[in-house]
């Protein structure tokens, strides 16, 4: 019912930033809470940052606060990971995914989009 498209990733120096996008499309108005993950080398997808329906509610993971901002805009469907300051420990491939209002877990995900920050 929904796909989730993820872009903008790629090789990006220490200190330097990165945005990525996500394009939704098909049921988008099924959507409440859109969320970044990410999953480096030799570990577990982690959660990142998320967004509810209105942008008035953020949260991120710690490694993150500061440096990264999770936005939206729903006329355009999209879903935005902006990535400043970043370091090599950023690398990963990273992922967006949506969320009803009543599931308790993200039921659509894109196919991700590889990070790689170098020192």
């Known amino acids: 019912q929904v796909q989730l498209v993820e872009s903008g990733g790629g090789l990006v120096q220490a200190g330097g930033s990165l945005r990525l996008s996500c394009a939704a499309s098909?049921?988008?108005?099924?959507?409440?809470?859109m969320g970044w993950f990410r999953q480096a080398p030799g570990k577990e997808r982690e959660f990142v940052a998320v967004i509810n329906w209105s942008g008035s509610t953020t949260s991120y993971v710690d490694s993150v606060k500061g440096r990264f901002t999770i936005s939206r805009d729903n006329a355009k469907n999209m879903v935005y990971l902006q990535m400043n300051s970043v370091k090599p420990e950023d690398t990963a491939v990273y992922y967006c995914?949506?969320?009803?209002?009543?599931?308790?877990?993200?039921?659509?995900w894109g196919q991700g989009t590889q990070v790689t920050v170098s020192s």
């Open positions: 098909g049921r988008t108005s099924s959507i409440y809470d």
């Open positions: 995914a949506g969320r009803s209002g009543w599931s308790p877990s993200y039921q659509y």
